[in-house]
């Protein structure tokens, strides 16, 4: 087995080698011990942005329904300013 291959680590004070067979007393890590390491909760990230997505699509849709509102406006106005340009002629 290569130094590059990992096992599973199923705790804070164990780790498993795939394919190590032989019983030992001693092993030797290499490495450092971090006391500051960072991890993301992806559970929360996850729930964090299923809610920011329904928010954008709530103000999607509103302003969506603001458009058609006001094209329709618009549409009444035309109508209106034809009516009294032909009533002027």
Known sequence: MSPDQFGRIPSDRQ???P???DAVDQVFVC???VTDSLAV?????FTTG????QELAKQSDAKEARIAQLENEVAELKAELKTLVNSIQ
């Open 50 to 53: 299923i809610g920011a997505i």
């Open 19 to 21: 394919d190590w067979d």
């Open 41 to 45: 909760d992806y559970s929360r990230l």
């Open 31 to 33: 490495g450092k011990y």
């Open 15 to 17: 780790f498993l080698v």
